[in-house]
T-cell receptor, first 113, second 114 residues
Framework: EAQVTQNPRYLITVTGKKLTVTCSQN?????MSWYRQDPGLGLRQIYY???????DKGDVPEGYKVSRKEKRNFPLILESPSPNQTSLYFC????????????FGPGTRLTVT | GENVEQHPSTLSVQEGDSAVIKCTYS??????FPWYKQELGKGPQLIID?????GEKKDQRIAVTLNKTAKHFSLHITETQPEDSAVYFC?????????????FGTGTSLTVIP
């Protein structure tokens, strides 16, 4: 089944403790993105990648890191999480090359205390 | 960067009636406008999209219209059904030369009353 998977789905952590949220897609898509969703703010793009080893900042990149070492994986890293990063996070992928439809993962709910 | 505004934030309609959700955007170079449906506890799912060289697109009960001059686009759902109840998001993608950035509206919670 073609899909985007994220792990973990739920995470409660403490301020300053490094964490990684994994994202994987099995559709051989070129493009991948990370978003955060907050009430009243919609979805905001954190980082995107258009190819292996090619990443760029979205609208709200502060406090986050990403890497794209393999085409299928695009992990989101919070090196020193803070309470204002408590949010619902979504990974998405799209074929690229003028095909922009995005397929979203199921989401990761992160709470930073 | 691009700014996308979406209205209304909540919408209630009777089953069988039509629903319209409107979005405006600021960057005249934006060239791709998708609409997503998000059900409770799930990720957004693409339901329809339109490119800047097209004025209208229809898929069964769902249609999207684009007015490039006024920089607004709308989602139209006809003959609404209870399963249409969800949160809907519009988005805009600026010109390809700026990368793969997407800007989303703040969402519309649609309730279809049986």
């Amino acid at each position: 089944e073609a899909q985007v998977t994220q792990n973990p789905r739920y995470l409660i952590t403490v301020t300053g403790k490094k964490l990684t949220v994994t994202c994987s897609q099995n559709m051989n898509h070129e493009y991948m993105s990370w978003y955060r969703q907050d009430p009243g703010l919609g979805l905001r793009q954190i980082y995107y990648s258009m190819n292996v080893e090619v990443t760029d900042k979205g609208d709200v990149p502060e406090g986050y890191k990403v890497s794209r070492k393999e085409k299928r994986n695009f992990p989101l890293i919070l090196e020193s999480p803070s309470p204002n990063q408590t949010s619902l996070y979504f990974c998405a992928s799209s074929p690229g090359l003028l095909t922009y439809e995005q397929y979203f993962g199921p989401g990761t709910r992160l709470t930073v205390t | 960067g691009e700014n996308v505004e979406q209205h209304p934030s909540t919408l209630s309609v009777q089953e069988g009636d039509s629903a319209v959700i409107k979005c405006t955007y600021s960057d005249s170079a934006s060239n791709y406008f998708p609409w997503y449906k998000q059900e409770l506890g799930k990720g957004p799912q693409l339901i329809i999209d339109i490119r800047s060289n097209v004025g209208e697109k229809k898929d069964q009960r769902i249609a999207v219209t684009l007015n490039k001059t006024a920089k607004h686009f709308s989602l139209h759902i006809t003959e609404t059904q209870p399963e249409d109840s969800a949160v809907y998001f519009c988005a805009a993608r600026p010109n390809a030369y700026t990368g793969n950035q997407f800007y989303f509206g703040t969402g519309t919670s649609l309730t279809v009353i049986p």
